[in-house]
């Protein structure tokens, strides 16, 4: 599968499809979207929202929620703000979304079951995470949208002039509903 990828790599080069993708770094509706890794929202999610190349940056995770508050998430959001120039930030969870039934203990044993050993995954606990947190579901999309956006609006080095709005996504229609 990733032979025929890069095959329709380079043709895709060789083209010149890529010149209507061509922007600057900078999202031109200063707007960055913390959201989830969901397959379906790929593409569905800058559909519904009417979004193109260069208007947004997107930060996606299992769950799009804040686990660690220095993790990539938050970190990708302070330089969003502090480099790229964010006013805003939309936590857009979805429907049948996967990460929310997520349990720690059944994932542990899917690490051993995969070969990982108890000293292993004991180690993972040391570089700087909650080994519990990281790997915990929630109850509800509403919940966990706004827990993370509390969160952020909570944040030491997130400034207080930043919006902070969180929604659920409709993963078949891409209706947008407002949670906080």
């Given at each position: ?19 209507r ?11 960055a ?18 979004l193109?190349?260069g ?47 997520l ?15 108890q000293?292993k ?12 947190r990281c ?5 509800s ?28 996504m ?11």
């Open positions: 599968m990733i032979d025929q990828i890069l095959e329709h790599n380079k043709k895709f080069v060789l083209s010149g499809e890529y010149e993708y061509i922007t600057d770094k900078y999202p031109s509706k200063k707007i979207v913390v959201t989830c890794m969901d397959t379906r929202l790929t593409e569905l999610l800058p559909a519904a929202m009417g193109k190349n208007d947004v940056n997107i930060i996606s995770n299992a769950g799009g929620i804040v686990a660690h508050p220095l993790g990539e998430t938050v970190r990708s959001l302070i330089v969003a703000i502090y480099e790229l120039g964010v006013t805003d930030i939309m936590v857009v969870g979805h429907t049948d979304c996967g990460a929310r039934g349990n720690p203990a059944e994932i542990n044993k899917e690490f051993i079951r995969r070969g990982i050993s000293e995954i004991e180690s993972a606990q040391y570089f700087g995470s909650n080994y519990t790997f915990r579901g929630f109850s999309i509403e919940e966990s949208v706004s827990d993370t956006v509390v969160s952020l609006k909570k944040h030491p080095l997130i400034p207080h002039d930043i919006d902070i709005t969180g929604y659920n409709n993963t078949v229609t891409g209706e947008l509903t407002r949670i906080i």
